[in-house]
């Protein structure tokens, strides 16, 4: 699996402290070893982000990816809290 970091995400990532930085690290480490691993609750997205899909850093934390190829390639676009990913 090879993994681009959106500049929206790098952006975003950056705005994060420090403890929530290293949550979303072990997340995406958890995910490059099993994309499917419940505590990640990996998830397609519908309405105006059809096409891209979610997995859980914390309860309310989320990164927004779009997967290609069986998930040969996948692109880190958005990483914060529900407000801010999904645009609410």
């Known amino acids: 699996m090879k993994i681009d970091y ?4 790098q952006k975003a990532f950056k ?7 290293n949550k979303v690290i072990e997340r995406i480490r958890l995910f490059q070893s099993d994309v499917n691993y419940p505590l990640l609750k990996n998830h397609a997205l519908i309405g105006s982000m059809k096409g891209k899909r979610a997995i859980s850093v914390t309860g309310n934390v989320r990164i927004i990816f779009e ?13 914060g ?3 801010q990913v999904y645009g609410m």
């Open 81 to 83: 809290g529900h407000s």
């Open 15 to 21: 705005r994060l402290d420090r403890k929530l930085q």
């Open 6 to 9: 959106h500049k929206s995400f």
């Open 67 to 79: 997967e290609y190829e069986d998930y040969t390639l996948v692109v880190m676009l958005d990483v």
